[in-house]
């Protein structure tokens, strides 16, 4: 099993940044595959970015050259550098991982913080 805590969320104005954190503890022995989610009231839950066990990052075409995502693998956590936000950005942000690359398995993370949620205004 696997905890995710994700921090860091908070309101800014369009073009701020933030930096949110997700502390994972529990089975951390193996690598992990891990990504940030995100979820605007009424729609649909969407991938931002995700980074797999040995480093490589995909971004949503929406967050490509704003947003940077990154593991301390020392510390068990994983980041996301958001900066330029829009007010497109605002939703709940969640951590996920698995041992597997969910993407190439057509499923989601197996697991999941509780989310930190994220308001940028105009």
């Known amino acids: 099993l696997m905890q995710l805590v994700e921090s860091g969320g908070g309101s800014v104005q369009s073009g701020g940044s933030l930096r949110l954190s997700c502390a994972a503890s529990?089975?951390?022995?193996?690598?992990?595959?891990m990504g940030w989610f995100r979820q605007a009231p009424g729609k649909e839950r969407e991938g931002v970015a995700r980074?797999?066990?040995?480093?490589?990052?995909n971004y949503a075409d929406s967050v490509k050259g704003r947003f940077t995502i990154s593991l301390d693998n020392a510390k068990n956590t994983l980041f996301l550098q958001m900066n330029n936000l829009k007010p497109e950005d605002t939703g709940m942000y969640f951590c996920?991982?698995?041992?597997?690359?969910?993407?190439?398995?057509?499923?989601?993370?197996?697991?999941w913080g509780q989310g930190t949620q994220v308001t940028v205004s105009s």
């Open positions: 996920a991982s698995d041992r597997l690359r969910w993407w190439m398995l057509n499923r989601s993370p197996t697991y």
């Open positions: 529990g089975s951390t022995y193996y690598r992990m595959n």
């Open positions: 980074i797999d066990s040995v480093g490589n990052t």
